[in-house]
């Protein structure tokens, strides 16, 4: 038995705990913050036999990996001279940190 | 030294806080939430001397066994016609998942 | 890897939280709580190199380590007659307690 420890964004959290949920895992999310300017990270655990990690993992990247995805540009600060045309830019969302550990004993009472 | 992760009911979590307490073990209270339909769950770390863990697990076994108790049916919504006339029904309450995680160094500042 | 997991006090948090951020380590907060007349504690899940725990417990001892300091004494309550002369007592502020776990396996996603 393993215990997977996952730090996810808070933004993906739902769809991972839904997609761990329904491949039969039983989850336990803690409510974290990230450190200075990393507020809005969640972190689950999950008890998993040894053979079933790497499922697991590829479960959380499904979910949470580091991505590039398009939104509009912000608008110009009120005040600002001149004719806003919004733009795409680029943005990184997404992004997991996960450690897994061993457990010398689980108990189900 | 072990560290030992209980993840309870958070209905027991007060007579298994105290019953540790009485036993001079200090725990650590982690604010969580379960699953999908699992809210309500509890963690708490706790660092267990190898040769005491067995005696914690007993401690938890014994305040948060999963266990069946009679409840009192509720009552129909209102609205229904007949007379209602409660009747038992027994639940099943409680419950506690446990990992016991190996430490490779303890420092108390 | 390591997994550096931190119970410090809440009103160390902070100085300790930006000392690790300074140094390039990524840490996670937990909201946490003491058990009975512990409230106020904090944990903190820190990912490290083998060969950096040693500095990591190094900072952390630097924020949180136990330590006496000097407060004024407490006014006396209202209704109590006399004169109230003001009086240095020592008091006990922080104090942290680490656990040092092994990471079988480590993801960054
Ligand atoms: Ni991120
Ligand atoms: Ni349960
Ligand atoms: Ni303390």
Redesign the interface.
């Known amino acids: 038995?393993?215990?997977v420890?996952a730090?996810v964004h808070d933004e993906d959290a739902g769809n991972l705990?839904?997609d761990?949920?329904n491949n039969n895992y039983?989850?336990?999310?803690?409510?974290?913050?990230?450190?200075?300017l990393?507020a809005g990270?969640t972190?689950l655990?999950v008890?998993v036999e040894d053979e079933e990690?790497d499922k697991v993992?590829g479960i959380?990247?499904n979910n949470?990996?580091?991505r590039k995805e398009i939104a509009t540009s912000p608008a110009p600060v009120s005040g600002t001279t001149g004719v806003f045309i919004p733009y795409p830019i680029e943005v990184t969302v997404?992004?997991?940190?996960?450690?897994?550990?061993?457990?010398?004993?689980?108990?189900?009472?």
Do not use: P, Q
């Open positions: 038995m393993k215990l420890i730090i705990i839904e761990l949920t039983r989850i336990t999310k803690l409510a974290t913050t990230g450190g200075f990393r990270n972190t655990l008890g990690v993992i959380i990247k949470c990996e580091s997404g992004g997991a940190t996960v450690f897994v550990v061993d457990v010398e004993k689980y108990v189900k009472l």
